[in-house]
């Protein structure tokens, strides 16, 4: 997944296969910690699973909060709304990650373009910082 804004990918920091460690954005590689699975779950609703380690993990609201500014991590599935996605179409193949339980989109902290930023939840503002394209497989 690469951030419109800033053009850099999605990325679990470190490569840590822990729960609770924090997606981050990075420069695009072929890294395994940049490779994510989206497993559809019901009625649009998709979770959002690692690549990088023995044991599957999802991309998850960090405590299942619904404010802006909650940090996105990577967690033992639970099934929980928390970690559950929609994807809504934006522009000129992007699209907007919407979590369940919040109703909040995934952006980057502050609307940075640099590497390491932060991924968390926000209110949409239709930016192009809120935008994501799917690359690879």
Avoid at 101 to 124: C, F, H, M, P, Y
Wanted: glycine share 12%; charged share 15%.
């Amino acid at each position: 997944m690469v951030n419109r804004r800033s053009g850099k990918a999605a990325d679990v920091s470190g490569a840590s296969t822990d729960n609770g460690a924090a997606l981050i954005q990075y420069t695009p590689s072929s890294a395994v910690n940049q490779q994510f699975r989206f497993i559809p779950v019901g009625s649009e609703q998709y979770e959002i699973y690692t690549t990088h380690g023995s044991t599957p993990l999802v991309w998850a609201v960090w405590g299942g909060v619904s404010e802006a500014g909650a940090k996105i991590t990577q967690w033992t599935p639970e099934h929980s709304t928390s970690q559950r996605w929609t994807i809504a179409d934006a522009a000129d193949g992007y699209v907007t990650l919407t979590c369940v339980r919040s109703g909040k989109v995934l952006g980057i902290a502050d609307g940075s373009t640099a590497n390491g930023a932060t991924v968390e939840q926000q209110e949409a503002d239709g930016g192009t910082g809120q935008q994501w394209r799917r690359v690879g497989k």
